[in-house]
């Protein structure tokens, strides 16, 4: 039993070294997001648009409390988070000053926010307002004043996070608040 132990062992060490070292970005490792960052995808403009991971992130234009006009192709060239959220909201309420915290220590490299605020479950437009200063929020936070956004992405839980990568390419998918370390992880391994 002890010697096919080691021989397992050893086995696995070897298939680990190769993952790591001669398949590097195709590895299943790396595939899996278990190296630290995800893999760069060749020719992502190729792939589908759509809710999965490894979909490019459907598209839209929407504007911000501030009454800017934002469009999420905008922001290529950028790793983003897009959350939908509400005020009512105590899992949103919790993960917002994480979020906060992490885009003023990202912003200066390329990670945005898009916040988008899920404007027709809110008694009015002044809640999101007052949240948004109560809370000292700095990043953009698009209304979806019709719940166009929030239905073509199928939001059915507030809040739900969608972590894009520079090129537009979904990567991740969280339902539910999001801890700070979670979020930070996820962050990182954006490419």
């Known amino acids: 039993m002890k010697k096919f132990l080691m021989v397992a ?3 696995l060490a070897v298939l680990l070294i190769v993952d790591l070292t001669i398949l590097k970005d195709q590895g299943m490792l790396s595939q899996a997001g278990l190296s630290g960052q995800y893999s760069k995808i060749a020719n992502p403009e190729d792939l589908p648009e759509g809710l999965e991971v490894k979909n490019r992130a459907p598209d839209f234009t929407l504007q911000t409390l501030n009454g800017d006009e934002v469009k999420l192709s905008d922001y290529r060239g950028k790793k ?3 959350n939908f959220w509400a005020t009512w909201c105590p899992p949103c309420k919790a993960e917002m000053p994480y979020m906060q915290e992490m885009y003023d220590k990202y912003k200066k490299e390329g990670f945005e926010i898009l916040a988008v605020n899920s404007t027709v479950t809110e008694k009015s437009e002044k809640d999101v307002s007052e949240f948004v200063k109560k809370y000292e929020l ?5 209304m979806d004043e019709k719940n166009r956004v929030s239905s073509d992405y199928e939001i059915l839980a507030y809040p739900t996070s969608f972590f894009i990568d520079a090129n ?3 990567r991740s998918k969280s339902v539910g608040g999001m ?3 979670f979020l930070e992880k996820e962050i990182k391994k954006l490419p």
Not at 138 to 142: E, N, Q, V
């Open 138 to 142: 700095s990043f953009l936070i698009p």
């Open 179 to 181: 801890t700070k370390e």
């Open 9 to 11: 062992a050893s086995i």
């Open 168 to 170: 537009g390419v979904i």
């Open 80 to 82: 983003v988070l897009l």
